[in-house]
């Protein structure tokens, strides 16, 4: 479905006098195409649906949040379920390639949507944590991080937290409590056992720390991180900020226990 015949031909900005009804007729062109599309339950759950504009006239149009607020209402009023949690996000110039997309309006106006359960199932079990240098030791060897099962992974001393003053907590990525070797035991013991989680958010990995994690009352964290300039430190100073890791990130934790943050996309 096109709409080039919305203003008759591709209009000058001086030529559009009635922009509240433009900015209706671009919402109805868009949700005729919604309504147009199958969603099912094997389409995953659709995050975001971004709006893609060339022509800086129809930018000075829709990239507003009057016009954002109007097509969810649209979307609500029309009862199409699989976009009402959507965000809606409106960008200047056309879509690559690569992406999936529909044109509403011939090289002005297309449209693409953001499949949560395909970005997941894409970075399923592509990230991974081990113990670097031999800086502690993991009930495991390594874990492998399924974001398909969740999108938290907690970080701690034990499988559960062992201080039964605090919240009840299994970890995901355990540091062994029951280590044998002196030495590696002495480094283990610097970790908390409600120490940090791992964060999947937004096609990323995000560090953050707890209370328990981060000084001056808890234990330390930190993200080391190598550049050309050799390797940087960025510690985690409180229990709110997130930081998103890279490939090859090593996580301090207590200043002794040592992982590696791998993540191949």
């Known amino acids: 479905m096109k709409i080039g015949n919305l203003f008759g031909r591709k209009p000058d900005a001086s030529q559009i006098d009635?922009?509240?009804?433009?900015?209706?007729?671009?919402?109805?062109?868009?949700?005729?195409?919604?309504?147009?599309?199958?969603?099912?339950?094997?389409?995953?759950n659709i995050r975001q649906v971004t709006i893609w504009v060339?022509?800086?006239?129809?930018?000075?149009?829709?990239?507003?949040?009057?016009?954002?607020?109007?097509?969810?209402?649209?979307?609500?009023?029309?009862?199409i379920t699989a976009l009402t949690k959507a965000e809606i996000i409106v960008r200047m110039g056309k879509p690559s390639s690569k992406i999936q997309s529909s044109c509403i309006l011939e090289d002005a106006i297309w449209f693409?949507?953001?499949?949560?359960?395909?970005?997941?199932?894409?970075?399923?079990?592509?990230?991974?944590?081990?113990?670097?240098?031999?800086?502690?030791?993991?009930?495991?060897?390594?874990?492998?991080?399924?974001?398909?099962?969740?999108?938290?992974?907690?970080?701690?001393?034990?499988?559960?937290e062992a201080n039964k003053e605090r919240p009840f907590r299994e970890n995901q990525i355990a540091i062994n409590d029951?280590?044998?070797?002196?030495t590696i035991r002495e480094l283990n013991y610097h970790v908390s056992g409600t120490h940090a989680d791992l964060i999947y958010d937004n096609d990323a990995f995000y560090l953050k720390a707890t209370p328990y994690?981060?000084?001056?009352?808890?234990?330390?964290?930190?993200?080391?991180r190598e550049g050309t300039n050799g390797s940087e430190e960025f510690e985690l100073r409180d229990s709110e900020s997130r930081f998103r890791l890279r490939d090859g990130d090593k996580i301090e934790l207590g200043g002794a226990v040592m992982l590696l943050f791998e993540c191949k996309e």
């Open 213 to 224: 994690g981060c000084r001056p009352d808890g234990s330390k964290t930190a993200v080391i």
């Open 112 to 160: 693409s949507f953001l499949i949560e359960e395909d970005v997941r199932k894409k970075m399923n079990g592509k990230a991974r944590v081990s113990v670097a240098g031999g800086r502690g030791s993991m009930m495991k060897k390594s874990y492998d991080l399924f974001v398909t099962e969740r999108m938290v992974f907690h970080i701690g001393r034990g499988e559960f």
């Open 54 to 79: 060339a022509d800086p006239v129809y930018i000075r149009l829709i990239k507003n949040d009057e016009f954002v607020t109007g097509l969810h209402t649209e979307i609500e009023n029309h009862l």
């Open 18 to 44: 009635n922009a509240v009804d433009a900015k209706k007729s671009i919402i109805n062109a868009l949700l005729s195409r919604f309504k147009q599309l199958r969603f099912n339950e094997g389409t995953g």
């Open 178 to 182: 029951q280590e044998k070797d002196k």
